[in-house]
């Protein structure tokens, strides 16, 4: 079997449609379109994909190219990316998509952002510089390790460097956000993705970040964000 004829297209059509729904609900708290209601569907959601994607990992390892074609392989690592609540199961899925890498059934840019993500909310320094935060102030960088070093780093798994990244990360949410959305200082940026790992790995839960204002609890109130509604992106 190939890519294009994969041996399971019923995994496949799974993933993709799991990976869809929840990436609908992302871009909605990122440009506000969203109530409290559709934010607790959006973390069911995670939780449900979550899920799946570890039953389909027990059974078939990483769902690579082969199994379940470009497409659902690449709808498997969006799952992962987004299992913030799991962060166990997210450094195993990334061991898992690393051996798949090996195998050449994923690419490896999968890889150093799903290592980078699980380093984080695992409390640890990222490598290759794939992992911002936004929030109501802006984008920032999560903290990284050897930062003077990144752009070699970057290049083995085939990222361009790490200011070219930033550039098009900001021009793609200023698009978004207008004037409002900043880089925000790096030592503020580095706090808060420390805070957000450590609350992860004491409570079991990523706090979300739902745009540039919060969800209230009563009536769809949206008010200022506060400093624990944030939200990890990918810098691609």
């Not at 190219?65 to 299992?83: E, Q, T």
């Not at 079991?204 to 964000?225: K, L, N, Q």
Request: aromatic fraction near 4%.
């Amino acid at each position: 079997m190939t890519a294009d004829n994969p041996l399971r297209p019923d995994i496949a059509r799974e993933l993709i449609a799991r990976a869809l729904e929840s990436a609908a609900h992302r871009a909605m708290r990122v440009r506000d379109q969203i109530d409290a209601v559709q934010l607790g569907r959006g973390r069911h959601t995670d939780h449900a994909n979550s899920r799946v994607l570890r039953r389909i990992l027990a059974e078939h390892d990483w769902p690579g190219h082969r199994l379940v074609g470009i497409d659902g392989s690449r709808a498997a690592w969006s799952i992962a990316l987004h299992s913030n609540d799991d962060p166990p199961f997210q450094r195993a899925a990334a061991t898992l998509l690393g051996r798949a890498v090996q195998a050449g059934e994923a690419p490896i840019q999968h890889w150093a952002h799903l290592h980078d993500r699980a380093l984080i909310t695992n409390g640890c320094d990222q490598e290759y510089g794939t992992q911002l935060l936004l929030d109501a102030d802006g984008i920032g960088l999560c903290p990284l390790r050897a930062p003077e070093s990144v752009d070699a780093r970057r290049a083995t798994v085939g990222l361009p460097p790490i200011a070219v990244a930033l550039t098009a990360v900001r021009r793609r949410y200023s698009a978004d956000h207008s004037e409002h959305l900043l880089f925000p200082p790096q030592a503020e940026a580095s706090t808060a993705c420390k805070t957000l790992a450590h609350t992860s790995r004491t409570t079991g839960v990523m706090p979300w970040f739902t745009g540039r204002t919060r969800v209230g609890t009563e009536g769809g109130h949206r008010g200022a964000a506060s400093a624990q509604e944030r939200r990890l992106v990918v810098a691609l």
